[in-house]
């Protein structure tokens, strides 16, 4: 079982949908959060990050982490055509460790016009 | 102010061959990281560096190494390529060390071994 899980897609909403993108994990000590977007032939680009449990948002976007259940959460409202793209959860344990960030294997998602 | 810059953006090698991937991080930041990113694994952590020393190291063979030189630029290198040393990779550069909760990642070199 990796450490963490995410539905690779793609996943597919018409413009203007609330789109739900989620991750799991199984390492109990990873108190960061983040999400990046990926798009095609580029390097990755943060979103937002969440220390610990709650939620936290930034415009469109709200980031929900329930450590209780060890399941994050990305929610996007009014979702553009501009927002297709590779979505990555990663995780770090506090103060970073030695492992760096562990990273979901992405969802890619597709907003029809 | 510029960005994480990556070089070459594409690269082919033979099987058997080395490689030398350079990374110039956004100015003032001292960390680098290194990640290799396939489909069939997704981005997994290479190491990182601080301050000219390797500070943490991932799962992978000794083929891999890195440097990091005074003005925080770092350098990846692969020795004797395998096939399965194709993908993505991409270097992070941030302010501290190890807490990488703003990372900023360059566009990446993508290395094709054939």
């Known amino acids: 079982q990796k450490e963490v899980e995410q539905d690779p897609g793609p996943l597919s909403v018409p413009e203007g949908a609330i789109v739900s993108l989620n991750c799991t994990y199984s390492?109990?000590?990873?108190?960061?959060f983040m999400w990046y977007r990926q798009y095609s032939r580029k390097g990755p680009e943060l979103l937002m990050y969440t220390y610990s449990s709650g939620n936290k948002e930034d415009g469109r976007f709200t980031a929900q982490v329930d450590k209780s259940s060890k399941y994050i959460s990305l929610f996007i409202r009014d979702s553009q055509p501009s927002d297709s793209a590779t979505y990555l959860c990663?995780?770090?344990?506090?103060?970073?460790?030695?492992?760096?960030?562990?990273f979901g294997k992405g969802t890619h998602l597709i907003i029809q016009p | 102010k510029a960005g994480v810059t990556q070089t070459p953006r594409y690269l082919i090698k033979t099987r058997g061959q080395q490689v030398t991937l350079s990374c110039s991080p956004i100015?003032?930041?001292?960390?680098v990281s290194w990640y290799q990113q396939t489909p069939g694994q997704g981005l997994q952590f290479l190491f990182e560096y601080f301050s000219e020393t390797q500070r943490n190291k991932g799962n992978f063979p000794g083929r891999f190494s890195g440097r990091q030189f005074s003005n925080s630029r770092s350098e990846m290198n692969v020795s004797t390529l395998e096939l399965g040393d194709s993908a993505l990779y991409l270097c992070a550069s941030s302010l501290k060390r190890s807490v990488n909760t703003e990372a900023f990642f360059g566009q990446g070199t993508r290395l094709t071994v054939v």
């Open positions: 390492n109990s000590a990873f108190q960061y």
């Open positions: 100015s003032g930041h001292r960390s």
């Open positions: 990663a995780m770090m344990i506090s103060g970073g460790g030695a492992d760096g960030l562990t």
